[in-house]
DNA sequence: ACCTGAACACCGTTCAAGT
DNA sequence: ACCTGAACACCGTTCAAGT
């Protein structure tokens, strides 16, 4: 995520960089064991810097784990908007599973951040306007390929916002519950996650219900 | 939960009981903040015992907080046995119903246990053999639903397990994502929460794809 | 068997002082 | 403007000692 495109790597942070080292490490650290493993101390070690330079940038702990979560949001973001283009416009279907897909690999891949992105428990979310901006761009995406769908006919009518809340929390569901291990034994391993995310994606589209031919 | 059924409170906790207390004033702290504003030393405090006292009953603070859990894994599973009781046996579709409710009134009235519940960031729920035990109570009825709906003809056919999964997958994303606020505008206030789980329902039901008649 | 009190290590945070 | 180092309060955990 770091630019240093010149090729070498800074001698020191001591020269306004530190705010992003700080964000760097902590993530880090956050990924290995989230809000628990992370303390600032040890971040401010891996920064170079002492225990309380820190504070210069952010106000406590919480605020910055709220940066991180605010830069894992962009990223979960421009990950499903990757996973949309790979699919032409006019198939929709196929735009809800590639985001689906998406979405739930990020949650796989990056357990630890998942959870302190969508847990509540470490940062009041109140108090951080960008953080709450941030968590909210992945679903006006949900919502334009909903919207767009049912212009096509491909999707029932009513409204867009509720439907890609119904989409959104299938999604949400399925991706929290395989990282906590509550889907064993039905989504072990690649294929297993592969599979729970197909037959989501199927019910969701076609319903459980049994249609009378 | 506890029961002195004889009327009069214990005068003191040193007599056997103070496992329980400790669950129970521990329970009151996670319930108003999650294991961040549970400390040990304040939970012995309540419970009248010296800071050291809880360690002769949980190994350290994870422990409590598994025990916690536990028992509000039970009480979700009691409240979803309690739920499905209200709707006659044949039913099916309107049993799923009440247990979205019941799971998203849950959450919604106990935000703070649930996340602890659900969030993977405090206890390491391989340690807890109990703990991953109870937390399995709830699936088995969805389960068990949804077979029944098979055999009436009313689901489509298909493994149940995994069309449990899905189920459990959009009440679990439609509740935890209401409770961290993330489904604003479309879930706002009692209303606006049984009209998302209505929608949950419906759209699991009938699907998103339009059906050309 | 169960609980107490002193003690230790560690962390978040503050603040006066340095460059 | 930005960083340092000492200092404080607080917490989880341990352990020798008490009843």
Known sequence: MRRHEDGQRPKSYHHGD????????????????????????????????????PYRHFTDKQALIAAINEEEYYRLSERIQAARREVPDDGVIA???????????FAVENPWLMREMFSGLTVRREAFADLHAASKLAFKQYEEVIRRGQEQGIIVEGFSG????VFWSLLHGVAMLIIEDQMHPYADGPEGVDLMVRTSMQTLYNGIGRKIL
């Open 95 to 105: 735009q809800l599973h590639a985001i689906a897909h998406a979405y739930v690999h």
């Open 162 to 165: 509720a439907l890609a809340g």
């Open 18 to 53: 530190l705010r992003n080292a700080l964000i760097q490490a902590g993530l880090e650290l956050l990924s290995e064991g989230g809000a628990a493993t992370l303390d600032l101390r040890k971040v401010a070690r891996r920064a170079g810097v002492s225990h309380s330079a």
